[in-house]
């Protein structure tokens, strides 16, 4: 079985210009979270969706970040503009089991974005 | 609000030392805590986890114990190998979904 599966690997950009991350979770977990770990710091949350919907937004750090993950399916993140404290590795995740269970949230790789 | 203090790296060992990663936490309510771990090119992986307080965690020769009395929950092996090199992050989980991790603390063991 898959697991969760991300793209780009890694990414460099100017600072202003437009990323879009991507990730596939494993097939049938409805919940899929974005996580990010900036300049070796702790891995902060972003994001939680149930589906298409979303759960939870509430470590987003501003409007220039927007989560979608139309079908319920796979997920984007787009950056848009890029600035340079976005630099950071951006982990994706999913679980079977919502809030009221004790699901094990599945990682993917990460995707490393370099602002310039 | 929650958080997580994890001992800052990066450690340097030899094989078969023994390894003690410190973690202890802040949270309201009675957390779930965990070790994840990521390998040279890989996601992260959950390591072991603890629901409630006095449970240990083990897995791959590691352990960890939920200390309540002292907000704490150390990573420890008896005995390392070449193939522990990693980065370890310690985490926690209160009533949602949302993850709070620690800094993360690189492990080197060399032969």
């Known amino acids: 079985e898959a697991g969760v599966t991300q793209f780009p690997s890694h990414s460099v950009i100017e600072k202003g210009q437009t990323v879009t991350l991507r990730c596939d979770p494993i097939s049938g977990h409805d919940n899929l979270y974005w996580y990010r770990r900036v300049m070796g710091k702790e891995i902060k949350f972003l994001l939680h969706?149930?589906?298409?919907?979303?759960?939870?937004e509430s470590g987003m750090p501003n409007n220039r970040f927007l989560a979608e993950r139309t079908g319920g399916t796979y997920s984007t993140l787009k950056v848009q503009p890029a600035e340079l404290e976005d630099s950071g590795v951006y982990f994706c995740?999913?679980?079977?089991?919502?809030?009221?269970?004790?699901?094990?949230?599945?990682f993917g790789e990460g995707s490393r974005l370099t602002v310039l | 609000g929650d958080s997580v203090t994890q001992m800052e790296g990066p450690v340097t060992l030899s094989e078969e030392a023994f390894l003690t990663i410190n973690c202890t936490y802040t949270a309201t309510g009675y957390p779930s805590l965990f070790w994840y771990v990521q390998y040279p090119g890989e996601g992260l992986q959950l390591l072991l986890k603890a629901t409630k307080a006095d449970d240990k965690g083990s897995n791959k020769g590691f352990e960890a114990t939920y200390r309540k009395e002292t907000t704490s929950f150390h990573l420890e092996k008896g005995s390392v190998q070449v193939s522990d090199s990693a980065v370890y992050f310690c985490a926690l989980r209160t009533g949602a979904n949302n993850l709070f991790f620690g800094t993360g603390t690189r492990l080197t063991v060399i032969p």
């Open positions: 969706f149930v589906k298409e919907s979303k759960q939870d």
């Open positions: 995740a999913s679980s079977l089991q919502g809030a009221q269970g004790t699901g094990e949230l599945f």
